[in-house]
C-alpha cells in the first residue's frame, strides 16, 4: 500500500439499523488486516447519547466523537483513510480534508447506494448517518455541521452509484443541481472522472459505503439495496479517480458483519476496496 495514515472510527450512534453494534465488530475485522504503525483508533463511547432536542438521534455521543476525531487527525499525516463505523465515521474527516486545502479545490465522491442529504426536517428516521452529507453542507446542528473554511460546497459533491433517495433527498438534490453518476454511468469510469472535473477541483475524498456495491457481492451491510455496482466497478472507479486527481482523504464504511466468520467472507473484497485506495497505481514508474 501507498504511504496513508489510518484512522479506525468503530461508530454505531449514527445508525438507525437493528444491526447497529456490528459496525464495531466490522471496524474491528478492518483494522486487524492494516498497518499497526500507521493505525489510529478513536475511543468511540459505549453510551447511545442523547438528542438534547437537536432532531438528531445520540447526538451527544456524535458530537464527542467529531471532537475526538478531529484530535486525531491534527496530528496524522494525510492521506487519512477513515475506517468505520456508520456513515458519519468520517464526518470530521471529511471537513478536515476540505478545509486542509484551498478553497474549492476538493471535490467530494460519495459513493453510496443512498444519498445522505436528508436534514432534521426530511429524516424519517433522525439517524444521522443518513444526514451526514447535509451537515457536511453546513446544514445541520451545532457541533455536527461544517462551518468556515470546512464547509462543503454543493458544487463540489458528487453522488456516486446513487440510487436510494427519500422524497426530501430527491427534492434537495434537484433543486441544488447535485452531480449524481448512478451505477449504470459507473460501467464506463471515464463519466466519474468527467463529471469530478466539473467541479474544478484538483482533489478528490473518497467516500465509499459498502453498500454502494450490488448485495450479491458483500453480505455484512445494513442497508442493502439492489442494482448497486461491483466491486471491480467500485475499484477501476477509484483508480481512476485517483490517476487523475490528488488523494485528499478517503474512507470505507458501513461494514456490520453478522459474526466473526461472515466478516471473513467479506473482507477479501473490503482490502481490494482499501487496496485500490492506497495501492500503487498502474502505470506508477
Given at each position: 500500500?501507498?504511504?496513508?495514515?489510518?484512522?479506525?472510527?468503530?461508530?454505531?450512534q449514527g445508525s438507525s439499523s437493528s444491526r447497529a453494534m456490528r459496525l464495531i465488530d466490522g471496524a474491528d475485522a478492518i483494522r486487524g488486516d492494516l498497518?499497526?504503525?500507521?493505525?489510529?483508533?478513536?475511543?468511540?463511547?459505549?453510551?447511545?447519547?442523547?438528542?438534547?432536542?437537536?432532531?438528531?438521534?445520540?447526538?451527544?455521543?456524535?458530537?464527542?466523537?467529531?471532537?475526538?476525531?478531529?484530535?486525531?487527525?491534527?496530528?496524522?499525516?494525510?492521506?487519512?483513510?477513515?475506517?468505520?463505523?456508520?456513515?458519519?465515521?468520517?464526518?470530521?474527516?471529511?471537513?478536515?480534508?476540505?478545509?486542509?486545502?484551498?478553497?474549492?479545490?476538493?471535490a467530494v465522491v460519495w459513493f453510496d447506494a443512498h444519498g445522505d442529504v436528508n436534514n432534521v426536517s426530511t429524516s424519517p428516521s433522525g439517524a444521522f448517518?443518513?444526514?451526514?452529507?447535509?451537515?457536511?453542507?453546513?446544514?445541520?446542528?451545532?457541533?455536527?455541521?461544517?462551518?468556515?473554511?470546512?464547509?462543503?460546497?454543493?458544487?463540489?459533491?458528487?453522488?456516486?452509484?446513487?440510487?436510494?433517495?427519500?422524497?426530501?433527498?430527491?427534492?434537495?438534490?434537484?433543486?441544488?443541481?447535485?452531480?449524481?453518476?448512478?451505477?449504470?454511468?459507473?460501467?464506463?469510469?471515464?463519466?466519474?472522472?468527467?463529471?469530478?472535473?466539473?467541479?474544478?477541483?484538483?482533489?478528490?475524498?473518497?467516500?465509499?459505503?459498502?453498500?454502494?456495491?450490488?448485495?450479491?457481492?458483500?453480505?455484512?451491510?445494513?442497508?442493502?439495496?439492489?442494482?448497486?455496482?461491483?466491486?471491480?466497478?467500485?475499484?477501476?472507479?477509484?483508480?481512476?479517480l485517483r490517476g487523475r486527481f490528488e488523494l485528499a482523504g478517503a474512507s470505507v464504511t458501513e461494514f456490520a458483519p453478522e459474526s466473526p466468520d461472515a466478516?471473513?467472507?467479506?473482507?477479501?473484497?473490503?482490502?481490494?476496496?482499501?487496496?485500490?485506495?492506497?495501492?500503487?497505481?498502474?502505470?506508477?514508474?
Amino acid at each position: 500500500m501507498s504511504p496513508a495514515s489510518f484512522l479506525v472510527v468503530p461508530q454505531w450512534q449514527g445508525s438507525s439499523s437493528s444491526r447497529a453494534m456490528r459496525l464495531i465488530d466490522g471496524a474491528d475485522a478492518i483494522r486487524g488486516d492494516l498497518p499497526t504503525t500507521a493505525t489510529h483508533c478513536v475511543a468511540v463511547p459505549a453510551a447511545a447519547g442523547e438528542a438534547l432536542g437537536t432532531g438528531v438521534l445520540r447526538y451527544s455521543s456524535l458530537t464527542l466523537v467529531r471532537e475526538l476525531a478531529e484530535a486525531e487527525l491534527a496530528v496524522l499525516e494525510a492521506p487519512v483513510v477513515t475506517i468505520g463505523g456508520d456513515c458519519a465515521a468520517d464526518l470530521a474527516s471529511v471537513q478536515h480534508a476540505v478545509a486542509s486545502h484551498p478553497g474549492g479545490s476538493v471535490a467530494v465522491v460519495w459513493f453510496d447506494a443512498h444519498g445522505d442529504v436528508n436534514n432534521v426536517s426530511t429524516s424519517p428516521s433522525g439517524a444521522f448517518h443518513g444526514m451526514v452529507v447535509r451537515a457536511l453542507l453546513g446544514d445541520g446542528p451545532d457541533g455536527l455541521a461544517a462551518t468556515g473554511p470546512a464547509r462543503l460546497h454543493h458544487e463540489q459533491l458528487v453522488l456516486a452509484g446513487t440510487r436510494a433517495l427519500d422524497d426530501g433527498e430527491s427534492a434537495f438534490v434537484d433543486r441544488m443541481g447535485i452531480r449524481v453518476v448512478g451505477p449504470d454511468d459507473l460501467e464506463d469510469p471515464q463519466t466519474l472522472v468527467r463529471a469530478v472535473e466539473e467541479t474544478g477541483a484538483s482533489c478528490v475524498y473518497l467516500h465509499v459505503d459498502l453498500d454502494v456495491l450490488d448485495p450479491s457481492a458483500v453480505d455484512g451491510i445494513g442497508f442493502p439495496e439492489p442494482f448497486g455496482i461491483s466491486p471491480e466497478q467500485l475499484c477501476e472507479a477509484i483508480r481512476v479517480l485517483r490517476g487523475r486527481f490528488e488523494l485528499a482523504g478517503a474512507s470505507v464504511t458501513e461494514f456490520a458483519p453478522e459474526s466473526p466468520d461472515a466478516a471473513g467472507r467479506d473482507l477479501p473484497v473490503i482490502l481490494r476496496v482499501l487496496g485500490a485506495l492506497t495501492g500503487p497505481l498502474r502505470d506508477a514508474g
